[in-house]
């Protein structure tokens, strides 16, 4: 079978000109003798956390870009020199159900290239033929090409002089355009914001449209070279984003967290699961919250034009977390994490949206986690939850001289239960709680564990005061050995991961 990349990859550069192809590009430092690609890839809001690959036209094979794209919905891709244009790219979602999407490169030189769109347009003009590329001959694929490309562009002519304005939009290609800057609610990202494409049934509608002609199809079984009826944008139907400031994104959200966890080879090593949590955003730019046991913190930042946020942080303190709010406060994120220990090795891959915000904009990290607090009360009990890594300094009693150090983790529950201790040599089989302390703002630990220490078994008590950043002070270990006598005591210390 003659595939997409085959027929493409045998057209001549002035056929690929002809469609729309870009060019330009400059050298690359450093020795890199291949196609360094930058991607925006968005669909209104920016397609963050998505893995990318890049078709070969020549032969059969793909390259994986490396890493994710960013909260911007950024990446840049260094193809091979051994890769031969035009290049197919593939944007794949962090959430799993989600469609891909897809572009194409027609031309490119060696070194640095303009930036590349990936969006719902873009992802239409090659899926709407997909299967007739299948088949088609070189000749065949340039003309469908290029017909199709300006039956789309024909039938949205009305939305891109509406939205773009008179003089960008003559010249507008939206399969080249490398203004595009996702999340931005300006320029094409605007356009994104406006319409919807379904690419099951390709078809593109106004958002904010009411009308007959509010909508247009696209029939991948017709020649495309035939005329559909165009959409018609009213003045109503353009929906502009509202600006605001950055404490208006502050509250909480109720969220969705969907993931999927891999091996090392990339097979599933856990199947799709989803889980519901909350997660607060501070007045201050920042969050730091616990959901599903795991710390969840970073920044996030308004847009040049203040419509929009962008998000970037960690899960559990490693795992890139990237996303945006957009303008009607809908989150959409997008996280990576890896193993350790015994799954050292595996990835867990996941996105995140949310269901429901609960506005507060004097929320802080005192601020109760239904989002209604005034920055007074104490942090809710679940926002304690996770796992911490705690440093114990003990000394015999009747010996300074001799002592010693020992780290391991201690996981607290939603409800504040300490569930276990794993990594320590001194310590095992912990039970114990947390308590919130409204002076404090924090928490009060009290656990206790078996022993051993010094080659003497017994039990050890340990008490601290965690603060509403998630660190341990004020930490004190006693331990007694089985018949109750005190053999050894010290300090102790850690955080949440």
């Given at each position: 079978m003659i595939t997409f990349q085959r027929v493409l990859g045998v057209l001549t550069l002035a056929s690929l000109v002809a469609c729309g192809g870009g060019g330009g590009g400059g050298g690359v430092s450093g020795g890199f003798d291949g196609y360094r690609i930058p991607i925006a890839a968005g669909t209104g809001a920016a397609l963050a956390g998505a893995s990318v690959t890049v078709d070969d036209s020549g032969v059969s094979k793909t390259f994986t870009c490396s890493g994710n794209t960013d909260e911007n919905g950024y990446i840049t891709?260094?193809?091979p020199a051994s890769y031969t244009p035009p290049l197919v790219i593939t944007v794949k979602p962090a959430d799993a159900s989600a469609n891909t999407i897809k572009t194409i490169v027609l031309s490119a030189n060696k070194g640095t290239n303009p930036s590349v769109p990936?969006?719902?347009?873009?992802?239409?003009?090659?899926?709407?033929d997909w299967d007739f590329y299948q088949k088609a001959n070189p000749d065949q694929a340039k003309v469908r090409l290029t017909a199709r490309k300006?039956?789309?562009?024909?039938?949205?002519?009305?939305?891109?002089?509406?939205i773009l304005g008179t003089d960008k939009a003559k010249n507008f290609d939206f399969l080249t355009d490398s203004s595009f800057v996702p999340g931005s609610n300006d320029g094409s990202d605007l356009l994104l914001d406006n319409i919807s494409v379904d690419i099951q049934s390709f078809k593109v509608s106004l958002k904010n449209g009411s009308g007959s002609d509010s909508s247009v199809s696209f029939d991948p079984k017709s020649d495309p070279a035939?005329?559909?009826?165009?959409?018609?944008?009213?003045?109503?139907?353009?929906v502009l984003p509202t600006t605001r400031l950055l404490k208006d994104f502050a509250g909480v959200y109720?969220?969705?967290?969907?993931?999927?966890?891999?091996?090392?080879?990339?097979?599933?090593?856990?199947?799709?699961?989803?889980?519901?949590?909350?997660?607060?955003?501070?007045?201050?730019?920042?969050?730091?919250?616990?959901?599903?046991?795991?710390?969840?913190?970073?920044?996030?930042?308004?847009?040049?034009?203040?419509?929009?946020?962008?998000?970037?942080g960690t899960v559990g303190g490693a795992g890139p977390l990237v996303g945006s709010i957009d303008n009607n406060f809908k989150m959409t994120l997008a996280f990576n994490t890896k193993g350790s220990g015994a799954d050292l090795g595996q990835t867990t891959r996941g996105s995140v949206v949310s269901k429901k915000f609960t506005a507060n904009p004097t929320q802080s990290s005192g601020s109760s986690s239904s989002g209604t607090g005034t920055g007074t009360s104490a942090q809710a009990l679940s926002d304690f939850a996770g796992t911490y890594t705690i440093q114990v300094n003990w000394y015999l009693l009747q010996d300074n001289?001799?002592?010693?150090?020992?780290?391991g983790y201690v996981t607290v529950s939603s409800n504040g239960s300490v569930t276990q201790c794993s990594g320590f040599q001194i310590l095992v089989s912990c039970t114990g709680s947390l308590t919130l302390n409204s002076t404090t703002k924090g928490a009060s630990l009290n656990m206790s564990a078996t022993s051993t220490v010094d080659g003497v078994r017994g039990t050890a008590s340990i008490t601290g005061e965690v603060t509403s950043s998630y660190t341990l002070t004020k930490g004190y270990v006693l331990v007694k050995d089985t018949s109750n006598k005190d053999i050894a005591d010290g300090d102790v210390t850690g955080s949440k991961k």
């Open positions: 891709c260094d193809v990936a969006t719902p347009l873009t992802n239409l003009l090659i899926q709407a300006k039956q789309i562009s024909d039938a949205l002519a009305d939305v891109f002089t509406k035939t005329n559909v009826q165009p959409i018609t944008v009213a003045q109503t139907d353009v109720d969220i969705d967290v969907t993931f999927t966890s891999y091996n090392a080879d990339g097979t599933v090593s856990a199947q799709t699961k989803t889980l519901s949590g909350s997660l607060a955003l501070y007045s201050n730019g920042t969050f730091d919250s616990t959901v599903s046991s795991t710390r969840w913190s970073g920044k996030y930042t308004l847009n040049d034009k203040g419509t929009s946020v962008k998000i970037s001289n001799t002592h010693g150090s020992d780290s």
